[in-house]
């Protein structure tokens, strides 16, 4: 069974840092470009990040620009996420997903990610 299995959620105070992680089991992530997503209550999914296959390459959504930085350790098999300067609209469950990619350089957050993590609350209070 392949799967992501998440770590590193948490309730953090504003201006705080966490750093989110996502083991790869069953599956090799050297071939796979990852994306981290995050869904608030009562609103949709959005992306926040992706890192290419090779790790080289990163996008982000605008509203963590400068705060948070994707990568990944192929050595490790594992995706991070980390955040800093968290502040109360940052609070959500957040995910990882994987999805194969033949592209050493290229991530898009909006493509079909095949592996989907469980999910992890981080929680910034107001």
């Known amino acids: 069974q392949l799967q992501f299995v998440e770590s590193g959620g948490g309730l953090v105070q504003p201006g705080g840092s966490l750093k989110l992680s996502c083991v790869a089991d069953?599956?090799?992530?050297?071939?796979?470009?990852v994306a981290w997503f995050r869904q608030a209550p009562g609103k949709e999914r959005e992306g926040v990040a992706c890192?290419?296959?090779?790790?080289?390459?990163?996008n982000y959504a605008d509203f963590v620009k400068g705060r948070f930085t994707v990568s990944k350790d192929n050595a490790k098999n594992t995706a991070f996420l980390q955040m800093n300067n968290l502040n109360p609209e940052d609070s959500a469950v957040y995910s990882c997903?994987?999805?194969?990619?033949?592209?050493?350089?290229?991530?898009?957050?909006?493509?079909?990610?095949?592996?989907w993590g469980q999910g992890t609350q981080v929680t910034v209070p107001s």
């Open positions: 069953g599956f090799t992530l050297n071939y796979y470009a």
């Open positions: 997903a994987a999805i194969p990619s033949t592209v050493e350089a290229v991530c898009r957050m909006s493509w079909a990610y095949s592996y």
């Open positions: 890192v290419s296959r090779s790790g080289l390459t990163s």
